[in-house]
């Protein structure tokens, strides 16, 4: 079971930015996959995650701004990042959620991640 992150970087305060989450060893059709987050000094904040049946849910301060999706054929999750904030800043995670097909913000594995930094 592997997740490899990608997609992050610095930007401004308003820009955007899409990661990526490689999947492989298991298939999206059947595991929900969750996106977190971790700051320094700060706890571990699960963004959103995509069920098995592609139904989302969201932390509501990223509702309207970010979006997950994901590309079933190319076991890839994506997380699209817009109107982004400096308190948007931390390293974010994909994750393989503990409840399989449905999101519980458990997660049994996740990706070493990618830094994101917005500045102000």
């Known amino acids: 079971l592997r997740l490899v992150e990608s997609g992050g970087g610095l930007v401004q305060s308003g820009g955007s930015l899409r990661l990526s989450c490689a999947v492989s060893?298991?298939?999206?059709?059947?595991?929900?996959i969750g996106w977190f987050r971790q700051a320094p000094g700060k706890e571990r904040e699960t963004v959103g995650c995509?069920?098995?049946?592609?139904?989302?849910t969201y932390l509501e301060s990223v509702k309207g701004r970010f979006t997950i999706s994901k590309d079933n054929a190319k076991n890839t999750v994506f997380l699209q990042m817009n109107t982004l904030k400096p308190e948007d800043s931390a390293v974010y995670h994909c994750?393989?959620?503990?409840?399989?097909?449905?999101?519980?913000?458990?997660?049994?594995?996740w990706g070493q991640g990618t830094q994101v930094t917005v500045s102000s």
């Open positions: 995509i069920s098995a049946a592609g139904t989302t």
């Open positions: 994750a393989a959620d503990r409840g399989l097909e449905s999101c519980t913000s458990e997660y049994d594995a």
């Open positions: 060893g298991w298939d999206l059709n059947t595991y929900a």
